[in-house]
């Protein structure tokens, strides 16, 4: 089965109440933990690439990488993603060289010139049968210094949001309500995201299938396993997984972005084996292990996200 696109994937998730996993990917035993996971589940899935992940690896690599994670995986619906592209020329570049889906993060640039670089990427993309993300809003997190005026300029401004899509052409809206990426999330200590904020989004763009970055949980457990065997992790805190089911079942939220977690669970599993038999250097005694931990933490996403069987309906709608 060829990669597929999100467009019946997103439509599927919208409708049915759940969220696709999008996972980062760096690595073979990376890809290979999440393909394991989910074939296990039955459940579809985004492998994204980042820049950096494509100058680390070198996106031939990865490529043909995706191509046997297709094959080893059997029917299960894959999207290969460009997360964060940041200009046009690297979305070009990653729909020539096959991905089925792009983010283009215009989010930094004020509001018109968002939208014009949005259209350009949608338009070329578009044009070769890729669905496009793009973003709204920037990824601060809810901190305390953000102040009430402030708030519209940082977070996604849900009167903004239908003028961007209709303006842009953009399939899926990253939104801003108030996660951020990496392990340190909420300097207030106090998870929050706004929901109601959300619920405006999702009211004034019905149907626009949502994306959120920055999703990852942070697991206690895995942080306490880094700390455990010599990591240092002071303040480390996520996104409840609560927050995140709540999100993708009553939301709109279709896509959900998971790197940090799949960190913490490979580096806690390399450290225990470094730790525990300081003899070792085969790397595959650790990299086994790290793999395993990969597959386990998606595991648990995939029932935050309530994605589990769902790989026929999406595939059924695929190939309709
Ligand atoms: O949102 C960013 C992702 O976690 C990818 O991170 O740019 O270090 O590959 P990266
Ligand atoms: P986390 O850092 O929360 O895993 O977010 C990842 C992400 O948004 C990738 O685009
Ligand atoms: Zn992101």
Redo the contacts with the bound molecule.
């Keep these: 089965m060829p990669l597929v696109s999100t467009k019946e994937m997103f439509r599927q998730a919208y409708d049915g109440g759940f969220a696709i996993g999008a996972f ?1 990917v760096n690595n073979m035993e990376i890809i290979q933990g999440i393909i394991e996971a989910c074939t296990e589940d039955k459940a579809p899935l985004i492998l ?1 690439i980042s820049k950096g992940a494509r100058q680390y690896a070198d996106i031939r690599y990865l490529r043909k990488l995706i191509e046997a994670a297709l094959e080893a995986s059997g029917d299960l619906p894959i999207v290969m993603h460009c ?2 592209g940041d200009s046009f020329e690297l979305c070009k570049q990653c729909v020539d060289d096959g991905y089925t889906s792009v983010m283009i993060d215009a989010s930094h640039l004020p509001f018109e010139e968002n939208i014009a670089l949005t259209r350009r990427v949608v338009e070329y993309a578009h044009d070769h049968g890729v669905a496009v993300e793009a973003e709204l809003g920037k990824l601060a997190g809810e901190e305390e210094h953000v102040k009430v005026s402030e708030r519209d300029a940082v977070y996604t401004n849900p009167a903004q949001a239908a003028e961007f899509v209709a303006k842009s052409g953009c399939d899926s809206l990253a939104v801003a309500i108030g ?1 951020s ?2 392990a340190y999330k909420f300097s207030t200590g106090n998870p929050k995201l706004n929901f109601e904020r959300l619920a405006a989004i999702q009211e004034n763009i019905p149907g626009v299938p949502l994306v959120l ?4 949980s942070v697991p206690p457990d895995l942080v306490e396993m880094n700390v455990k065997y010599g990591g240092k992790m002071k303040g480390a805190q ?1 996104v409840p997984e609560e927050m995140m089911a709540k999100a993708a079942r009553e939301y709109g939220i279709c896509k959900i ?5 799949l960190r913490l669970a490979m580096t806690a599993s390399i450290r225990k084996v470094f730790v525990e038999k300081p003899e070792e250097f085969d790397p595959r005694k650790y990299l086994g292990p790290a793999r395993d931990a990969i597959k386990k933490v998606v595991k648990r996403k995939l029932v935050m996200l309530n994605c589990q069987n769902k790989a026929d309906a999406v595939m059924g709608a695929v190939t309709a």
């Design positions: 980062n994204q997360d964060h996660t990426h990496g970055h920055g999703a990852s996520g972005n998971i790197d940090t977690d």
